[in-house]
């Protein structure tokens, strides 16, 4: 949630919401547990320390005119210990008395880190796009390479993504030629795309995904190919169309997380 108002945080405690408020009389919108847009009042009597811890008031209660009993404290950081809240997780900006003062949201959780893998053909003659299988996910980048591999290869826990090595992916009847990153330097969440041969590109053949599978459009920070595709184009638009950079590539300059398509060949 975000609120403007002078020294102002929501939080949870208590398991109750609560809003705390350092002003003479503030009234602000808030989110209810229901996501409702509730109305809040609260006063600081002078001579009363700066910071005080009230409940939300429902928006029955405010349309009655109902006000809040506040709990006072000296600090902030005591204000929001009291509802059983963390400090660090708040960034208060500095304000001078009286000004309005913008509280920054507290930091979501980080997004999960998946391995998926999917299996795509060679491009067939006068064809734009491969056949593709369905992308399958895992929770190990070890379990997704033993999948993508035909369980040739079982990587040790300790290898990270970005440790990869021709290799350490060959000999297998399954080639991964390519994996993407979501993050710079070959960190993050991977997608493995293999072929079902021991040739990749080394035969000459080519391979094209005119669209990203679900998560992955405009998500790549960067790219290493294998199976002897040495150049793994990622184009900025669909059906390979705007800018584009050659990949393997650690970072993606102007093209980072740009990525709606890909080719691959020698």
């Given at each position: 949630?975000?609120?403007?108002?002078?020294?102002?945080?929501?939080?949870?405690?208590?398991?109750?919401?609560?809003?705390?408020?350092?002003?003479?009389?503030?009234?602000?919108?808030?989110?209810?547990a229901g996501g409702v847009a509730a109305a809040v009042?609260?006063?600081?009597?002078?001579?009363?320390?700066?910071?005080?811890?009230?409940?939300?008031?429902?928006e029955e209660e405010a349309a009655a005119g109902v006000?809040?009993?506040?709990?006072?404290?000296?600090?902030?950081?005591?204000?929001?210990?009291?509802?059983?809240?963390?400090?660090?997780?708040?960034?208060?900006?500095?304000?001078?008395?009286?000004?309005?003062?913008?509280?920054?949201?507290?930091?979501?959780?980080?997004?999960?880190?998946?391995?998926?893998?999917?299996?795509?053909?060679?491009?067939?003659?006068?064809?734009?796009?491969?056949?593709?299988?369905?992308?399958?996910?895992?929770?190990?980048?070890?379990?997704?390479?033993?999948?993508?591999?035909?369980?040739?290869?079982?990587?040790?826990?300790?290898?990270?993504?970005?440790?990869?090595?021709?290799?350490?992916?060959?000999?297998?009847?399954?080639?991964?030629?390519?994996?993407?990153?979501?993050?710079?330097?070959?960190?993050?969440?991977?997608?493995?795309?293999?072929?079902?041969?021991?040739?990749?590109?080394?035969?000459?053949?080519?391979?094209?995904?005119?669209?990203?599978?679900?998560?992955?459009?405009?998500?790549?920070?960067?790219?290493?190919?294998?199976?002897?595709?040495?150049?793994?184009?990622?184009?900025?638009?669909?059906?390979?169309?705007?800018?584009?950079?050659?990949?393997?590539?650690?970072?993606?300059?102007?093209?980072?997380?740009?990525?709606?398509?890909?080719?691959?060949?020698?």
């Amino acid at each position: 949630m975000r609120g403007k108002l002078l020294r102002a945080v929501v939080g949870e405690g208590m398991g109750k919401r609560k809003i705390l408020v350092a002003a003479a009389i503030l009234m602000l919108a808030g989110a209810t547990a229901g996501g409702v847009a509730a109305a809040v009042r609260a006063q600081n009597e002078p001579g009363n320390p700066p910071y005080a811890v009230g409940r939300a008031l429902t928006e029955e209660e405010a349309a009655a005119g109902v006000t809040v009993q506040a709990q006072y404290f000296d600090s902030f950081e005591e204000a929001l210990q009291s509802i059983g809240a963390d400090p660090e997780d708040f960034d208060v900006n500095a304000a001078d008395e009286g000004e309005v003062n913008q509280i920054a949201d507290p930091p979501s959780d980080p997004e999960p880190t998946k391995h998926c893998i999917v299996q795509i053909e060679p491009l067939k003659p006068g064809e734009k796009a491969s056949e593709m299988s369905e992308a399958t996910c895992f929770d190990s980048f070890s379990d997704a390479i033993y999948a993508a591999t035909g369980g040739a290869v079982r990587l040790a826990a300790t290898i990270q993504p970005g440790d990869v090595t021709q290799q350490m992916l060959a000999p297998a009847s399954q080639t991964v030629i390519s994996i993407d990153y979501r993050d710079p330097n070959y960190q993050g969440s991977t997608f493995v795309w293999y072929v079902n041969n021991s040739y990749g590109c080394n035969t000459g053949w080519s391979y094209a995904n005119p669209t990203m599978p679900s998560g992955w459009n405009e998500v790549v920070s960067s790219a290493h190919s294998y199976g002897g595709c040495n150049n793994n184009p990622h184009y900025e638009h669909t059906y390979y169309g705007g800018a584009l950079i050659f990949c393997t590539c650690p970072t993606m300059g102007v093209m980072n997380n740009q990525t709606s398509s890909e080719k691959w060949h020698r």
